[in-house]
């Protein structure tokens, strides 16, 4: 069954540092998110990508976040300067449409120092 | 705002033992509700959408239903394997994003 992965599983960055976290989403999917979860707390939306603009975004998603689709198969989330608060799982997902489910991938547990 | 809340926190059954799991939401419109199972350090993996009420959908040994107000996912008679975190999602009129609810573990002992 296609799958969403995501790349690194695990990233330790120190606190100012840019990090980029890496997502190969489902090949015919068109709809593309970034979700993130702060250890013991909810699923929070980020962002959502749809014909190589962004579609919606959250508060949290300011001007030190950003995502691109470089290729015709990856989907990036770039973190400008990490903060501590930054310090969460990450998780890409992807949609066929509009108002299908949502696929996720695994994760990439950021801990920032 | 729109809210997403679920009941209980924490559920700790006995294998066998069915029971249900309760998603209520406060809403200015619904484009679908989402049942998600999260097991630890993984992602949440799709269960079930529900778009209107009066919805059911059956997978196994769990059943979503949805009424205006609410979603419960039953599960009849568990076993171990069930036991994960339920995540309950809804997305709202005008958005694509989806929103959470807090999630129950459940805990299923043999």
């Known amino acids: 069954e296609p799958e969403v992965t995501q790349t690194p599983s695990h990233q330790v960055t120190q606190m100012g540092q840019e990090v980029i976290l890496r997502c190969v989403p489902i090949?015919?999917?068109?709809?593309f998110y970034w979700y993130r979860q702060i250890l013991g707390q909810k699923v929070e939306f980020l962002v959502s990508?749809?014909?190589?603009?962004?579609?919606?975004k959250s508060e949290i998603f300011d001007d030190q976040f950003s995502v691109e689709r470089p290729d015709g198969s990856n989907f990036t989330l770039k973190i400008r300067s990490t903060k501590l608060e930054d310090s969460a799982m990450y998780f890409c997902?992807?949609?066929?449409?509009?108002?299908?489910?949502?696929?996720f991938g695994n994760g990439t547990r950021l801990t920032v120092t | 705002e729109d809210q997403v809340t679920q009941s209980p926190e924490a559920l700790r059954l006995q294998e066998g033992e069915s029971s249900s799991l309760n998603c209520s939401y406060t809403?200015?419109?619904?484009?679908?509700l989402f049942w998600y199972r999260q097991d630890p350090g993984k992602g949440p993996e799709f269960l079930f959408t529900?778009?209107?009420a009066g919805e059911e959908k059956e997978k196994e040994r769990l059943k979503a239903t949805l009424t205006k107000k609410e979603s419960f996912l039953h599960i009849t008679a568990p076993k171990p394997e069930d036991s994960a975190t339920y995540l309950c999602?809804?997305?709202?009129?005008?958005?694509?994003?989806?929103?959470f609810g807090q999630g129950t573990r459940l805990t299923i002992n043999p």
């Open positions: 090949s015919n999917h068109l709809y």
């Open positions: 809403v200015s419109g619904l484009r679908g």
């Open positions: 529900l778009y209107s």
């Open positions: 999602a809804v997305r709202f009129q005008g958005a694509q994003k989806l929103v």
């Open positions: 997902a992807s949609s066929e449409g509009g108002g299908s489910p949502l696929h």
């Open positions: 990508f749809y014909n190589n603009e962004i579609s919606e």
